[in-house]
């Protein structure tokens, strides 16, 4: 695996949790101050592919641990999201919900017990990660164009609501399971995907300006969630994204962006407290022709303070809120990989 990869990986996850961080922050505000900020249509632009971009550029590197060793891939894969999901699901709701946890702790308790099945939106991602590796892992050997085929039947059936369970994580299973398992077969044509387009950077723009207009055009129809629309626009966006990641390596002052790729489940499990806390300080003193300006800050203000935290405690004892404790892995695992949220180098992801 070569180190350029990584990096426009790196690019790429970075695209997604910023525009993840946005969508929150912008859907949240727009309810707080109740009426639409210019960066609205912006994020509703980007929902065709977001989600499906996240969850194949997280199943590139499966193949390096799928196969192997059941305690090693159960520590790194399941445990490990596990343990963040619910450490974080505390913290989140103790910060947010701090009169409910003083005032009835009981029914705090019965929150935190319900999130087990029914996770929070703000940590959905996370804990299907979960849901996918665990699946993954007990399907490895089926054919794996029946197990696509099925996926994407199952996509376009649920993420166009012909199918509601009336359970998120079924829901969603069904909606995006399709581009994780294809992120991880896909994955040497990926790698062979940006070493061809890697020396072709005017075309390459031509291309993915093409596509931006061609999923606005989508997204303004009001077609975007229709069956095998979605479910084109969900890869065509990924391609896209990676693309794109492969461009703006090229790009020295943009390596904050690969920054925040690397670091992106920090962002992500962070980013919900100090979102809040800026939101309401701008809406204490919010205008209507800066609610689009407050909305950008607010998002930056969101990725960059959780990388300024992880800085500060990664060497205290609060270095456990991203580094699950050696004592909590399995034993055959301690040795074996590592338990941090941060990938490993690029001479080490060969033995992940």
């Known amino acids: 695996m070569q180190h350029g990869r990584i990096n426009w990986v790196d690019h790429a996850k970075g695209i997604c949790i910023l525009l993840i961080v946005a969508i929150y922050t912008t859907s949240s505000y727009d309810a707080l101050i109740q009426h639409d900020s210019w960066l609205t249509p912006i994020v509703a632009w980007s929902s065709p592919f977001l989600i499906p971009a996240f969850f194949f550029l997280a199943a590139l590197f499966l193949n390096l641990s799928l196969f192997g060793s059941t305690k090693h891939f159960f520590d790194r894969k399941i445990l490990h ?3 963040f999901y619910l450490i974080w699901l505390v913290i ?3 910060t947010l919900d701090a009169s409910l946890l003083v005032n009835a702790p009981t029914a705090f308790m019965a929150d935190v017990l319900r999130a087990l ?3 929070t ?21 089926l054919p794996a164009r029946k197990v696509f085929i099925a996926a994407a039947l199952a996509q376009m059936a649920f993420a166009t609501g012909w199918i509601d369970t009336g359970w998120s994580v079924a829901n969603m299973f069904g909606a995006w399971y399709v581009f994780f398992f294809a992120g991880f077969v896909a994955a040497p044509h990926v790698f062979e995907f940006a070493d061809r387009v890697s020396g072709h950077t005017q075309p390459l723009w031509n291309v993915l300006l093409g596509w931006a207009l061609a999923n606005a055009a989508f997204v303004v129809l009001g077609v975007s969630g229709l069956p095998v629309i979605s479910l084109a626009l969900g890869f065509s966006g990924t391609a896209a994204v990676i693309a794109l990641g492969i461009q703006l390596n090229r790009i020295g002052w943009l390596a904050i962006i690969g920054y925040a790729g690397r670091h992106c489940l920090i962002i992500y499990l962070t980013f919900l407290i100090p979102m ?22 607010i998002t930056l203000g969101a990725v960059v303070l959780p990388l300024v935290f992880f800085r500060l405690v990664r060497e205290t004892p609060l270095s456990v809120l991203y580094r699950r404790p050696r004592r909590l892995r399995l034993m055959n695992a301690r040795n074996n990989g590592s338990a941090s949220l941060l990938p490993p180098p690029p001479t080490a992801a060969r033995n992940a």
């Open 81 to 83: 999201f596990a343990y």
């Open 117 to 119: 099945v029914e996770p």
């Open 121 to 141: 939106d703000s940590l959905m991602l996370v804990y299907m990660l979960v849901v996918f590796h665990a699946l993954t892992r007990l399907i490895r050997f």
């Open 276 to 297: 809040t806390a800026l939101q309401h300080g701008f809406a204490a003193n919010e205008r209507t022709g800066n609610a689009g300006l407050a909305c950008l800050a």
């Open 92 to 94: 989140q709701k103790a």
